[in-house]
């Protein structure tokens, strides 16, 4: 006989069968969604009531139940972390002893909840030890932001596999969002919060309380601004904090604190205590020592740290000579030692929704999530007087009945029916009496019965009015931050305020000497317009190589500090820094490539700019003027526009306006000379006529002191000048716009007054 087929157990479904078809787009979104809320509420930004992210509320709750009091020993590091990741947190054990090393660190939190053992890291940047040999335990601060967690004043949630429990929020007695601040970047979100005084918060979360209407303007008159753990000088201006306040976005502008000390012979050194928060101490002397041996700052000698337990970094200037505030605004732009702290107040709110909220939002949101939790602790005490009144009242009627409750306990089978039976009690009532120690059977406890029924009922009286009055309750909240400010107050020290508050720095003019090491330079432009410059004052007579075809056109001394202008006919002065010059070992670069010289133009001259000095600008159509050279000066390849020839003039002069007259030659061999006076200081435009003409234009012009005489060039190779004296020019001055008269004898032949 054939066997019968046997059933065979069903097969699980082939992942091929489970596939849907869903379009790319949405399945994208759907699941980048679902990840960027988790990152945002779940991991990077506080929660506004307690100031904590997941990650550090589940470091405080799993040390709380470690038992790591303030008063308690301390337990191993990596004890602490295993409890967080098996329990609460399934992320890497070194993320989360990250954060709590963080929570230990004096310089990196204003108010530390953890109170560290070990090597906990430094302002230097060296990170902690293992967490094997860290160990650990909680503050004062931790305490008072999980206090009432025993009596019902928040929510509990099942951890992520449902087998423990942990609150959503802590109940915040301290301040923790303002007074410790917070950093994170979500997704597409950021936040960014300073830490600030508690003593100076108690201030304003009470006047916020006395006044629900106050603006942010009138909490900043109690809140001045961040208190930072590493201290520095806070130097942004009252109106732009008040903005960033008020609006929840800003920055607040952050100096170290420094201080001169005078050493022999007049020399001094500065000595800086206090860095800008989260500036790396090695890391900044790094940097400065870069700008010395770079030579990006050559009025600073050296750098050294002395510091220990505290911050101590020396200074050296190169000289005596050198301005401090000087220094020290050149390295307050170039290094750390000035920073923009970035405030964005971005948090979830009650509801866990994100969102930017004023300095007056968060403390109301603080000051309402307390209201909120007094009211539950006043709740869950109520409850228990109530449940204690009822055992305390079942008590007396034992004593005032004792006999007949022995007897009923001795001789009848269901004692406990029947004493709610005799005596109408609670179940409750009868399992106390039930439980009462022998001991306890004496007159005396009587009294004692009575005297604390009466008290719990007053506390009871005392909590139901309470609860039902927003004025109690705004006064027992106001007492608790009473409370709070004399703890952490301007006499402890943990509490003495840290950074100092002061004024707008006045603006330094920091000179360029002080970027650029002072170094003498010998310009050389070729014909061609090859500009290059050699090392030190190099005879200008010497011979120089040039390209073939090409020879020598501007030669002249100058420092590696200067700015130099280039004049072009077209009436544009360019700007170029004397130290960017390619050296001197080759035959130099085109000036074009370094201005955008238009094409047809040519250069007439190049200078050095010098504050204070004038130029005299003269064109080929015998108009002119006088200008600052600082007018002249130019940021960018274009240049600055600086005289506008008409119709096809150009500008053939460019001469320093050293002197008190003027003489203009023309084309025609016509010299005219009159007072340097009579032609105005312009910053831009065409200028007035400086000299007559039928024929022809200018031909050359210079500014000269007529009590010294005019001056030429002979010519040739000999470098010999003439000289005429004033008391021989009398033909020849007059007035502005004249035509002048033919140049005394021996006056060159090229019209021009030098080679």
Known sequence: MSKKPTKTAALPQSPANAITDEPFSQALSERYLTYALSTIMARSLPDVRDGLKPVHRRLLWAMRLLKLDPDTAYKKCARVVGDVIGKYHPHGDQSVYD?????????????????????????????????????????????LLMDGLDEEAVLYKPNYDGSEEEPEIFPGGFPNLLANGASGIAVGMATSIAPHNVAELADGLMHLLETPDATVADLVAHIPGPDFPTGGVIVESKASMLNAYETGRGAFRLRAKWAVEEQA??????????????????????????????KKLPILEDVRDESDENIRLVLEPKSRMVDAAVLMESLFKLTDLEVRFSLNMNVLDKTRTPRVMSLKDVCAAYLDHQIDVLIKKSQYRLGKIDDRIELLAGYLVAYLNLDEVIRIIREEDEPKQDLIKTFELTDRQAEAILNMRLRSLRKLEEME??????????????????????????????????????????????????????DMPTVVDIPLEAMIEREPLTVLCSDKGWIRALKGHVALDDEQKFKEGDGPRFAFHSYT????????????????AADKLPGGRGFGDPVRLMVDLE??????????????????????DGKGFCVAS?????????????????????????????????????????????PLSELPDMSGGQGVIMQKYKDGGLSDAIVFTLADGLSW???????????????????????????????PAGFPKSNRFAD
Request: with cysteine; charged share 30%.
């Open 713 to 743: 060039a002979m010519g040739g190779d000999s470098g010999r000048t003439r000289t005429v004296a004033a008391r021989d020019l009398a033909d020849w001055i007059g007035e502005r716009a004249q035509a002048g008269r033919l140049p």
């Open 599 to 620: 094409a047809g133009s040519d250069i007439i001259t190049i200078v050095a700019h010098k504050t204070g000095k004038r130029f005299l600008l003269a064109s080929s």
């Open 99 to 143: 954060a709590m090393v963080r929570l230990a660190q004096s310089f990196s939190v204003r108010y530390p909840l953890v109170d560290g053992q070990g090597n906990f890291g430094n302002v230097d940047g060296d990170g902690a030890a293992a967490m094997r040999y860290t160990e650990a335990r909680l503050t004062d601060v931790a305490t």
């Open 561 to 576: 500090t200067d700015k130099l202008l280039v004049v072009a006919d077209n009436g544009r002065m360019f700007t170029l």
């Open 630 to 674: 600082d007018a002249c000066l130019g940021s960018t390849k274009s240049g600055r526009v600086v005289m506008r020839p008409k119709d096809k003039a150009r500008l053939t002069v460019c001469v320093e306006a050293a002197g008190d007259h003027v003489a203009a030659i023309g084309d025609n061999r016509k010299l005219l000379i009159f």
């Open 265 to 294: 012979r007049g020399t001094y050194l500065i000595v800086v205590t206090e860095i800008p928060y989260q500036v790396q101490k090695s890391k900044l002397i790094e940097n400065i020592a870069g700008l010395i041996n770079d």
């Open 449 to 502: 019965i009575r005297r604390e029924d009466k008290t719990l009922r007053t506390e009871r009286k005392g909590l139901q009015a309470l609860l039902g009055s927003n004025s109690l309750q705004r006064a027992r909240i106001k007492d608790s931050l009473e409370k709070l400010k004399l703890k952490y107050g301007e006499g402890t020290a943990l509490g003495k305020r840290r950074s100092r508050l002061a």
